[in-house]
Every structure is written in C-alpha cells, then in structure tokens.
C-alpha cells in the first residue's frame, strides 16, 4: 500500500503562490489526486496525474491557476497553486487511485474508494 504525505501548505494572501508536495512512497501502479475538502463544501478532486504520467488534468475551478508535475527521482507530486482565491482556501490531501489504465487519471471519486491518502496540509487564503 502506497503511503503519501502532503506538506507545503500554510497561509497566503489573495494573489498569492503556494506550491504543495505529496512524497509517495512504496512502488504501485496508482494514479495520484489532488482532492481538497472546504468547510461546509463538498469534497473536489481538483487535478490528477495518471501513473504513465502521460495525462493530467484539472478542475475547471483550478484550471490555468495550477500546474501539477511530477519528480520521479524524487517520489514527489507537486501542485503549484498561482493567483490563489479565497476560496481555494481548503485541507488539500493527495490520494492514490489505483487505476488498470497507466495513462488514464480521472477527478471522480472511485467508487470503491481512494487506495490510500495523505493526511493533509490547510491552504488559507486571506488578506
């Protein structure tokens, strides 16, 4: 089973950057999300990077503001957060969708569920 922490979260004025880290650990064949749960919103898959690191995609809430990439060497995802809103402000978790499709990665929750997840890192955004 993968294990992933997030980190690099933290508080940021409107307008501002903010760039988070999920370090994966442990060899699988997952596609890795960005999934993050507002209070009193409903929990939103915002960007997705497949295992063959071949498709990413964005929530059109995100899209042109965030830019996922991935280190290899380094087992890290990351999502580089542009021109942030007040409300992206969120608990940001990575989670592992283990996928038979290595070019495949989708924002939908699976119905079995996330493989595993992060435990979190708070994105405040807020003059």
């Known amino acids: 089973q993968l294990q992933l922490v997030e980190s690099g979260g933290g508080l940021v004025q409107p307008g501002g950057s903010l760039r988070l880290s999920c370090v994966v650990s442990g060899l699988d064949n997952s596609a890795i999300v960005w999934i993050r749960q507002a209070p009193g919103r409903e929990r939103e898959g915002i960007s997705c990077?497949?295992?063959?690191?071949?498709?990413?995609r964005y929530a059109d809430s995100v899209k042109d503001r965030f830019n996922l990439s991935r280190d290899m060497v380094k087992n890290t995802v990351y999502l580089q957060m542009n021109s942030l809103k007040p409300e992206d402000t969120a608990v940001y978790y990575c989670a592992a969708d283990k996928t038979p499709f290595p070019a495949l990665c989708t924002l939908v929750s699976p119905a079995r569920g996330y493989d595993s997840w992060g435990q979190g890192t708070q994105v405040t955004v807020s003059a």
């Open positions: 990077i497949s295992s063959s690191g071949k498709t990413i």
